[in-house]
């Protein structure tokens, strides 16, 4: 019984675990494309060429310390929030997480080398893509189930409804 209530929450957060690594990985090439178009490509190589210089504690600390600046602009960002400036506070939070969720993947991108040297960063890394494997493989048959009631499939009420939406999308555009 405690068990079936447990599975909405386990697949809450392998949602929110996901999203999270889908931000990760769609942001990193748009940082890579801005480091492109700003001299961001010298800074990356001057930063790596420091971060040889560092031990493996010293580089987590250059890890950590970019996101810091963030802190306020979330704070800020819930001040709207609690103030009733719904628009702006979303705006706010929203740039504050995918400037976070960037910073993170150039900072990592430079950095990772030097911290998988740290065992228990290693491992902690590990159990992280583990983490990942585990949340798309439990969202996986949600998602599908989502395709098919989109493209109309199955025999649900949700697919019929479809289909009867894109039966009259088409009358409609074969009327004009």
Do not use: C, N
């Not at 178009?37 to 950590?64: C, G, H, N, Y």
């Not at 590990?126 to 996986?140: G, S, T, Y």
Request: no cysteine; aromatic share 14%; hydrophobic share 60%.
């Amino acid at each position: 019984m405690l068990r079936r209530l447990a599975q909405p929450f386990w697949v809450l957060l392998a949602i929110i675990f996901l999203i999270e690594a889908w931000l990760w990985d769609h942001l990193e090439p748009i940082v890579e494309k801005i480091v492109a178009w700003i001299p961001l490509r010298q800074f990356k190589q001057w930063l790596s060429e420091r971060i040889d210089a560092l031990s493996p504690a010293m580089t987590l600390i250059v890890f950590a310390v970019p996101v810091i600046p963030l802190f306020p602009l979330k704070l800020f960002g819930l001040w709207l929030l609690a103030h009733e400036y719904w628009a702006t506070a979303v705006f706010v939070l929203v740039f504050a997480k995918f400037a976070g969720v960037g910073i993170t993947a150039f900072i990592f991108d430079v950095t990772r080398e030097k911290l998988l040297e740290m065992r228990w960063f290693e491992v902690t890394y590990d159990f992280i893509m583990m983490l990942r494997e585990k949340a798309k493989a439990l969202v996986a048959p949600i998602k599908q189930r989502i395709r098919e009631i989109l493209r109309g499939d199955g025999e649900g009420w949700s697919a019929r409804t479809l289909r009867l939406i894109a039966r009259f999308r088409r009358r409609v555009h074969e009327a004009r």
